[in-house]
């Protein structure tokens, strides 16, 4: 497992020509095996001055959880859009070294191919552990809404003529997620994976899980926090 780690003269400038980089080794077509067994999701809470990454797998025909593991470590670079990756890259490697299972593909709570770099953090994720990943955001972060003939449940992220991910309404009544291509996985795929995942909430189950063990994580270090005060 590489990692592309920060350098002391790291700059903004020097970030977004990484993402280029990058962006030019991301494979956008399937790399799957043929049967997927395990499905993990990742995520990054924030607890002072530490970052809490935490990876859930299921397993994914029943969704059933299989394996948690969360990781802390100091958080190194601050919040820039659309630099995600070089925040939470980190924490979530150090989790995702601990699991004794290895997923067939992750799902990541962010922004992969549907970036203006076309390197967001599900990419560069990607690339970093060399896994397919897939990425799914709640917001809109680039792209113009292009409508699909004979579709209400998906809409497509266009810039210019080139498709760059989806909107996907999961779950009826519900805001829809954001899909995109994060390393070694075609957008189709990526959207049959989400709404397999897809459950109780409009979040995939791996992300809420995920979500879920990376909050308690967080709490635990405030409660602490303000216990030792």
């Known amino acids: 497992m590489g990692f592309v780690g920060l350098k002391p003269n790291f700059s903004v400038e020097k970030a977004r ?35 809490v990454g935490s990876v859930a ?11 948690l593991k969360t990781a802390l470590c100091k ?16 924490p979530t490697v150090l989790s995702i070294k601990k699991l004794q299972l290895q997923p067939d593909v992750f799902l990541v709570d962010g922004h992969g191919f549907a970036h203006p770099y076309r390197c967001g953090f599900a990419s560069y994720l990607g690339f970093v552990i060399r896994k397919p990943t897939i990425g799914v955001a709640k917001s809109r972060l680039f792209g113009e809404i292009e409508n699909v003939k004979g579709r209400e449940d998906i809409t497509l992220l266009k810039h210019g003529d080139e498709v760059i991910g989806a909107i996907v309404t999961t779950k009826q009544g519900c805001k829809p997620v954001y899909v995109s291509v994060g390393h070694k996985v ?6 049959k994976i989400v709404r397999h995942c897809t459950h109780h909430s409009r979040i995939p189950e791996p992300l809420l899980k995920a979500h879920q063990i990376a909050t308690l994580e967080k709490r635990k270090i405030n409660i602490a926090s303000a216990v030792n005060k």
Request: aromatic fraction near 8%.
């Open 17 to 51: 020509e990484l993402q280029l980089r990058v962006s030019k080794q991301i494979i956008l077509k399937d790399v799957l095996p043929e049967k997927i067994r395990f499905v993990a999701g990742v995520d990054v809470a924030y607890a002072k001055d530490l970052s």
């Open 57 to 67: 797998v299921l397993d994914y025909s029943s969704l059933e959880v299989l394996e």
């Open 75 to 90: 958080t190194r670079f601050p919040y820039v859009s659309t630099l995600l990756s070089f925040r939470e890259t980190s």
């Open 186 to 191: 075609s957008l189709e795929t990526a959207i």
